[in-house]
């Protein structure tokens, strides 16, 4: 970690003023600013009250935190309102360093395996002569408006002509998520588990859609950084299906419609359905979501559901977060969001459930 040191208040607004990217990094953005006014990394950080002789951030790994002081000086310099920046940037306020703190800016390596991804290089011709790094919210992203998928681990943007259904699917899973809440993100991460499980074992669409994406790609199954976007699609359909339950769930209710039961197989069939694979869930992806439902499963106790007035679930409303998903953080890979215990790569064989 390195400290800037506050020296002194900036002399106002620089002359030319810089777009606002929506979830972009503060040291991404800071660099824009630098280079949109002709200026070196050293001038910019004078000017908001840091020592020059600060080494310049790869904003691809290294984050700039901003103290309360060192934010007003930025904010003068951009010529942008406070709440603009925060609006914009999600990490403006992500570290709380006090007004009093004498270190009012810091410069970090993101955690391991929480790197930023590249925003879509379509989105930000004429904003930027550098590349545009977006703060981490999972290890991958997708472009609708240009129908492009950027991953972590470097600068690759891919094309998906060819490929509309992960387009579609990307736009259907914003939906969910906006009508879900902060749990459509477990949901996802859970779907896309179950993805994984199937394409790990090689079921369900393994030998159909998941082969003609692979082929559309250009790669083959050694290749485990396409998976998540190979089966992407499908996981979002699994988790709109988990939603449904979930909803039904959070009222004690049971797939079947009933106060009491618990209807598993009738709702591994409707996947299938949902899915148009309903002879590949009888012959084994039933199993990936029967685990599901048991990390879910209704602890409710029958007989007090029998008592209770049943709830009316509207479907527009966020869910609340149930078991076992208390807490859900923000970014990171999804795996480490879900509670199912397999992770891509590894045996689906022998493994044990998180508490």
Not at 38 to 52: D, E, F, T, V
Not at 55 to 77: I, K, M, N, T
Not at 183 to 194: E, H, T
Request: charged share 25%; with cysteine; hydrophobic share 40%.
């Amino acid at each position: 970690m390195v400290a800037l040191v506050l020296t002194g208040a900036g002399p106002g607004p620089l002359p030319r003023r810089v777009e606002l990217i929506r979830g972009e990094s503060v040291a991404s953005f800071l660099w824009r600013l630098a280079e949109r006014n002709g200026m070196k990394w050293a001038a910019l950080i004078g000017r908001i009250g840091g020592p020059q002789t600060l080494a310049p951030p790869d904003p691809e790994f290294q984050e700039v935190h901003l103290g309360p002081a060192a934010r007003r000086l930025v904010s003068e310099a951009c010529g942008r309102p406070m709440e603009d920046l925060e609006r914009a940037l999600p990490s403006w306020m992500q570290v709380r360093i006090g007004a009093r703190a004498r270190q009012q800016v810091r410069v970090e390596t993101w955690p391991e395996g929480e790197w930023p991804v590249q925003a879509c290089t379509l989105c930000v011709v004429g904003l930027s002569g550098r590349p545009v790094w977006r703060v981490p919210g999972e290890q991958w992203s997708v472009c609708v408006r240009h129908g492009r998928w950027m991953r972590d681990g470097g600068r690759a943007q891919i094309g998906l002509e060819g490929l509309c259904d992960v387009v579609e699917a990307h736009e259907r899973r914003l939906r969910l998520e906006r009508r879900v809440g902060p749990y459509g993100r477990a949901l996802m991460a859970d779907a896309q588990q179950v993805a994984v499980y199937w394409w790990q074992c090689r079921q369900m669409g393994s030998r159909g859609v998941w082969r003609r994406r692979q082929d559309v790609l250009g790669v083959d199954r050694s290749a485990l950084w396409a998976v998540g976007l190979v089966v992407y699609p499908e996981a979002v359909v699994v988790a709109e299906c988990m939603a449904v339950r979930e909803r039904q769930r959070a009222v004690g209710r049971s797939f079947a419609g009933g106060p009491a039961g618990w209807a598993t197989r009738r709702w591994t069939e409707w996947v299938g359905e949902r899915l148009g694979m309903g002879g590949e869930m009888a012959a084994g992806g039933h199993r990936a979501l029967e685990a599901w439902l048991m990390a879910h499963r209704n602890t409710v106790p029958v007989v007090k559901r029998l008592a209770c007035e049943v709830r009316p679930s509207v479907r527009g409303v966020p869910l609340q977060l149930l078991e076992p998903h208390r807490v859900i953080p923000s970014g990171g890979p999804l795996e480490e969001v879900s509670c199912l215990p397999w992770r891509l790569g590894s045996p689906m064989t022998s493994v044990a459930f998180r508490g």
